[in-house]
């Protein structure tokens, strides 16, 4: 591919927008220098698979700046800690494939359908972006418009839209930049590229400013701040329970009485429910203490045939012994909690890579409390905008996210995967407790603001008052229509094709139309 380096250059922009720090605004110019390109290629007739070149080149850069904290994982969360070097060479190259094709898709359309790039791009950028988190290898983490996640007036649009629409939002200004840059109306496109920062950001402080400003009943979350190698080693689970234990009495003293108190992710690494001296330590802690207990931990049960099935779990521990419903993770971690695609092809089941190939739960499960009902998003849930919708519409008025990102160490991954979960509150105006292993655990309102969080990697409690959910327009525009945008691209994608394919032939001109 001739002169790849405005692609790359643009992939290691919008990469270094997702590391940790106010690093954000990179992602609004971060596609221009694709865009450039791509043009470029159009107005020179190159065949359409140097713009899948292009956006691969794009996508590679991009995606190992990303994901480099594969490369970072704790040996403890790979079966043979040596894979996890090819295995973020191999990460990276899949999913540059999602750009390639978007710039393809892009540069076609805008060749065929005699439809300017500046539409054609986002367009197909959003409908890409739809079939990369979706399936069993759905893998949304890196959307653009997480990049935005520090800018919480910006983020407010999250509610109309999700994080699609922020998405949409980012690409847009690209193109107004790019158009400004080197278009033929240069300050038109700036204006607009202006208006564009200026005016969701204005809406958004007036969201904020009328947001409710009370607190609700307090709330405890627990990090543990246990080593994977402890945790996974079978050999103390009595002492890892033991500091679960002690956090929680600090907790349990707190002013006021916590409503309840959380612990995270598969909290001791033990099957909690089933080993009865654990259960009844925890059981009679809740009923001394007199608060709920609400924990991770892994679970099994029978199904109709007999079959033993292991859940990803979490419930809760109430003060009267009670152990009510449990909620097991409906969606796992292909690779590392389920090997992918086993209902087409069971065999892939029997494959050892060290997953742990837990069955996926069917169904969200409502937790009753004196804070409210809440629904749970166990870890990588937190990164599926459907599931946090579907436990709203349930009836949830609160979420509790519950991980162990102790697998990330202090890698980007652990910043990055607290700052999806804000999103989660944006999108459906309730407040968010985090309570990971290791960190970050934090308290998040119902605009996405961080009311509190720990350090991390310490043992310590986050004793607070629940922000209180936002009744104001609830249910939001996303709760009550979810992923809007992301659809409205896929039709319009499939439009520009059926445009497209009724011009097989360009004709020289088109290609002026199409810049």
């Not at 605004?25 to 791509?38: E, I, N, S, T």
């Not at 480099?68 to 540059?96: E, F, G, M, Q, R």
């Not at 998405?167 to 496109?189: E, Y």
């Not at 259960?279 to 029978?302: E, I, M, S, T, W």
Request: charged share 15%; net charge positive.
């Amino acid at each position: 591919m001739r002169d790849p380096w405005p692609a790359l250059f643009a992939g290691l922009l919008l990469g270094a927008a997702f590391l940790p720090g106010p690093f954000g605004f990179l992602a609004w110019g971060a596609f221009v220098p694709l865009l450039d390109r791509l043009a470029r290629r159009l107005r020179e007739g190159a065949p359409l698979r140097s713009l899948f070149s292009l956006g691969y080149a794009f996508g590679l850069a991009f995606f190992l700046i990303g994901t480099h904290w594969i490369a970072l994982l704790s040996d403890v969360a790979i079966t043979v800690p040596w894979l996890k070097y090819p295995a973020w060479l191999a990460a990276a190259a899949y999913l540059a494939l999602f750009p390639a094709l978007a710039a393809l898709l892009a540069g076609a359309l805008a060749r065929r359908a005699r439809v300017p790039l500046a539409f054609t791009f986002p367009v197909a950028f959003l409908a890409v972006e739809e079939l990369r988190a979706s399936g069993e290898l759905g893998f949304p983490w890196f959307q653009p418009g997480y990049t935005q996640h520090a800018y919480v007036p910006l983020i407010q649009m999250a509610s109309l839209g999700g994080v699609t629409l922020v998405t949409l939002w980012v690409l847009a200004l690209n193109v107004l930049l790019w158009r400004a840059l080197a278009g033929g109306s240069r300050l038109r496109a700036a204006i607009g590229a202006l208006l564009l920062v200026l005016l969701p950001w204005v809406w958004g402080l007036r969201v904020l400013d009328a947001a409710p400003r009370g607190t609700g009943p307090a709330v405890a979350l627990v990090q543990g701040n246990i080593p994977g190698e402890v945790k996974w080693s079978g050999d103390h689970q009595a002492e890892i329970l033991a500091t679960f234990l002690r956090l929680s009495e600090r907790a349990a003293q707190s002013q006021p009485r916590p409503a309840v108190i959380i612990w995270p992710e598969t909290a001791t690494g033990s099957y909690l429910r089933k080993q009865l001296d654990q259960a009844l330590q925890v059981a009679a802690f809740a009923a001394c203490a007199r608060v709920p207990v609400f924990a991770g931990f892994a679970d099994y049960a029978y199904d109709s045939l007999g079959v033993q099935r292991h859940h990803n779990a979490a419930g809760m521990f109430a003060p009267d012994g009670a152990l009510g419903e449990v909620y097991a993770k409906r969606h796992l971690v292909p690779f590392g909690e389920r090997m992918p695609f086993q209902r087409l092809f069971p065999a892939l089941g029997k494959l050892e890579l060290g997953q742990a190939e837990w069955t996926p739960g069917r169904r969200p499960v409502l937790f009753r409390s004196a804070a409210g009902p809440f629904g749970c998003l166990v870890c990588f849930e937190s990164i599926f905008p459907d599931l946090s919708r579907e436990d709203v519409r349930a009836g949830a008025r609160w979420l509790v996210n519950i991980t162990n990102d102790e697998w990330f160490g202090e890698s980007a991954a652990l910043y990055q995967h607290a700052a999806m979960a804000v999103f989660r509150a944006v999108e459906n105006h309730v407040p968010l407790a985090r309570c990971a292993n290791t960190g970050l655990t934090m308290l998040v309102d119902a605009n996405g603001r961080v009311v509190e969080r720990l350090p991390v990697f310490t043992d310590a409690v986050l004793a607070s008052a629940l922000p209180p959910w936002n009744p104001a327009g609830f249910p939001t525009p996303f709760t009550r229509f979810g992923d809007w945008p992301g659809a409205l691209a896929l039709v319009t994608l499939a439009a520009l094709a059926l445009a497209a394919a009724r011009r097989k032939h360009p004709t020289s001109g088109d290609r002026g139309r199409a810049l």
